[in-house]
């Protein structure tokens, strides 16, 4: 049994903020960020309310009326997120006790932008061990948070917003999966967050923010997700013509543009939201899965690749039957 997808579900925070908004904070332009992003706008989080948690439970609470399940009815809950509200507990035990999940398993994993796709891979695995029957996956972020507003290179990028996806073990679903990691590429992309408290370390206590060596990532990101795809295409023996929909991490629309043009592809067949978005890490590929699926972009049947690159480094694919 494989993982299919049943329902879908997202949360953006309320407030869109335009490139020309941040104009008024920071030396940038709309002019700049559109022509080397294809960002015109992201939703940040602008109110108390508005969580890691509050989006996560409502992209949940939507997938599951998508999919026509009950929360009891699910088994799994994983989250997938670099900005979690607490350290502990996880945001899927939160998201659990918020739905009434109470017959699930929860728990949260760290592959930055790639998160969602591990999730969606780790509960594929769990459903090929016939442990689970259906799951609950969500990528959520405020990377808000985290992101250094003084830098504007990097801070320009980044969306908050949630998304999910049902899961139920079934005979058809995901053909094929993978996903890799490269842990010495790491400080290209990273965010050491941490302070300590042990009164035996004599600790460096300031909070550091998201840092990006935004060329290096570009290179790494097309060539990467690139591969990652050929080598998936390969397994199963498909061209990429054959692939109906390529919903691929959203982080800058340069990237997808140069991908489809290594695949030797129309951009007809790479759907987007970065323009409205930004790049919202986990949540990108869960939310653009639920924009186009509500907008009946989808038919029964279609092939649709996942595949999304991220800090760690870690990239992944999925290659799946709607
Ligand atoms: N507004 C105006 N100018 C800016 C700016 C902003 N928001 N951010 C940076 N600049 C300036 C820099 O200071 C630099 O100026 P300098 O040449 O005087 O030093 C210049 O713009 C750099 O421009 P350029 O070389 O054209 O940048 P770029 O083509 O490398 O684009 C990124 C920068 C970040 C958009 C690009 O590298 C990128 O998208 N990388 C991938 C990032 C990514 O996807 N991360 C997420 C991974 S999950």
């Known amino acids: 049994m494989r993982a299919k997808i049943i329902g879908t579900g997202s949360c953006l925070p309320q407030k869109a903020v335009t490139n020309d908004d941040l104009s008024t904070l920071m030396e940038t332009s709309d002019e700049w960020i559109k022509s080397r992003t294809g960002i015109s706008a992201r939703h940040l989080v602008s109110s108390e309310t508005e969580t890691t948690l509050s989006m996560a439970v409502n992209a949940g609470k939507s997938a599951l009326a998508d999919a026509g399940l009950l929360p009891e009815d699910i088994e799994l809950i994983i989250v997938a997120t670099v900005s979690s509200d607490f350290i502990t507990p996880s945001t899927a035990c ?53 992101v250094d507003w003084k830098d504007r290179s990097t801070c320009v990028l980044f969306g908050d917003g949630a998304g999910a996806a049902v899961l139920r073990a079934d005979s058809e679903g995901i053909i094929a999966s993978l996903q890799g990691s490269n842990g010495a590429g790491g400080h290209v992309l ?9 009164p ?38 498909l061209a990429p013509s054959d692939i109906t929909w390529y919903l691929l991490h959203q982080a800058n629309q340069r990237i997808i543009n140069s991908i489809a043009r290594k695949l030797k592809l129309p951009l007809d067949k790479f759907p987007s939201n970065v ?40 990239w992944g694919a999925a290659l799946l039957r709607w």
């Not at 017959?103 to 769990?126: E, Q």
């Not at 990273?190 to 042990?198: A, F, G, L, Y």
């Open 275 to 314: 323009d409205h978005c930004g790049n919202t890490s986990a949540a990108s590929i869960p939310i653009l899965l639920d924009e186009v699926h509500r907008a009946n972009t989808l038919s029964e049947g279609d092939l649709i690749l996942l595949s999304g690159f991220g800090a760690g480094l870690t």
């Open 190 to 198: 990273m965010c050491k967050n941490r302070s300590s408290n042990n």
């Open 200 to 237: 035996f370390v004599a600790t460096d206590t300031r909070l550091d923010y998201l840092y990006m060596d935004g060329q290096e990532v570009f290179k790494f990101a097309v060539k990467k997700e690139t591969e990652c795809i050929q080598e998936l295409l390969a397994q199963t023996g």
């Open 94 to 146: 939160m998201v659990q006790k918020e739905l009434g999940a109470v017959h699930a398993a929860a728990f949260d994993m760290n592959a930055a932008c790639s998160g969602f796709l591990f999730a969606l891979n780790t509960a594929d695995a769990y459903f090929q061990a016939g442990i689970y029957q259906n799951a609950l996956i969500i990528g959520v972020e405020t990377l808000s948070k985290i």
